[in-house]
C-alpha cells in the first residue's frame, strides 16, 4: 500500500493569504486526488492531478482558487489561494494504486481566521 | 448521481459486542467498494476493498459483504474494543466514470 505524508500537519492562517499544502508518495503513481472535509462533512473532490496534464476539476471548485501542480509522479501541491473562514477544512491528498485501492494521507488541518 | 448513504449516523455499543455498519448506494454500475476508518483530526485508513464481482471480504475482525444488486453493503466488526471507536466511511467506485462517492459516515464510540 502506499504510504503518504502531507505539509504541513495543520496551520492557522490569516483572512486574504494563501498556503500551499505538499503531498508526497512513496511509490509512482498515475493518479493524484485532492479531497477537502469540511467540518462535521464527509469527503469533497476538488481535483485530480496526473502527471503531464492540467488538474482536472470538479463542479464548485476553480483553478484560480485551487491551483495543483504535479511535477512528477510521487508529488503534488494544493494551493488555497485568497483564504476565508469558510476555507477552513482538513486538505487530504489521495492516490489510486493496484485494483483500484485508494489510499490516502494525514491530511491538512487548515484554520483561516 | 452516485447518492451513498449510511445508517445509522452514530452507534455506541459496550466493549464486546460486535458491530453492524450499514451502507446503501443508488446507482448498481460500480467498479468497487472501500470501508475506511477515520479518526478525529486525521486522514482515512482503508480497511477493506470489495471488487463488484466479489461477495464480502474479510480482515481480522472485519468482514464486509457487498450485494450489488440491492445496493447494499455492510461491515461487521467482531467483539468491538475501545481502539475501534471512530468514524467508518463507506466509498462506492462508479464503474462509469471511476470517481469515489463517499457515505457521511457512521461514528462509532464502544466503552470499556
Known amino acids: 500500500s502506499a504510504v503518504i505524508s502531507q505539509k504541513p500537519s495543520r496551520d492557522i492562517c490569516q483572512r486574504g493569504t494563501s498556503l500551499t499544502i505538499q503531498c508526497q508518495v512513496d511509490?509512482?503513481?498515475?493518479?493524484m486526488f485532492w479531497y477537502r472535509q469540511q467540518p462535521g462533512q464527509s469527503l469533497t473532490l476538488i481535483a485530480t492531478?496526473?502527471?503531464?496534464?492540467?488538474?482536472?476539476?470538479e463542479s464548485g471548485f476553480v483553478i484560480d482558487k485551487f491551483p495543483i501542480s504535479r511535477p512528477n509522479l510521487t508529488f503534488s501541491t494544493l494551493t488555497v489561494s485568497n483564504m476565508s473562514p469558510e476555507d477552513s477544512s482538513i486538505y487530504l491528498c489521495?492516490?489510486?494504486?493496484?485494483?483500484?485501492?485508494?489510499?490516502f494521507g494525514p491530511g491538512t488541518r487548515l484554520t483561516v481566521t | 448521481k452516485q447518492e451513498v448513504t449510511q445508517i445509522p449516523a452514530a452507534l455506541s455499543v459496550p466493549e464486546g459486542e460486535n458491530l453492524v455498519l450499514n451502507c446503501s448506494f443508488t446507482?448498481?454500475?460500480?467498479?468497487?467498494l472501500q470501508w475506511f476508518r477515520q479518526d478525529p483530526g486525521k486522514g482515512l485508513t482503508s480497511l477493506l476493498l470489495?471488487?463488484?464481482?466479489?461477495r464480502e471480504q474479510t480482515s481480522g475482525r472485519l468482514n464486509a459483504s457487498l450485494d450489488k444488486s440491492s445496493g447494499r453493503s455492510t461491515l461487521y466488526i467482531a467483539a468491538s474494543q475501545p481502539g475501534d471507536s471512530a468514524t467508518y466511511l463507506c466509498?462506492?467506485?462508479?464503474?462509469?466514470?471511476?470517481?469515489?462517492?463517499f457515505g457521511a459516515g457512521t461514528t462509532v464510540t464502544v466503552r470499556a
Open positions: 489521495s492516490v489510486l494504486q493496484g485494483a483500484h485501492e485508494q489510499y
Open positions: 511509490s509512482q503513481v498515475t493518479m
Open positions: 492531478a496526473n502527471q503531464g496534464s492540467e488538474a482536472t476539476y
Open positions: 446507482d448498481s454500475a460500480i467498479y468497487n
Open positions: 470489495i471488487q463488484s464481482s466479489q
Open positions: 466509498a462506492v467506485r462508479s464503474s462509469n466514470d471511476y470517481k469515489l462517492s
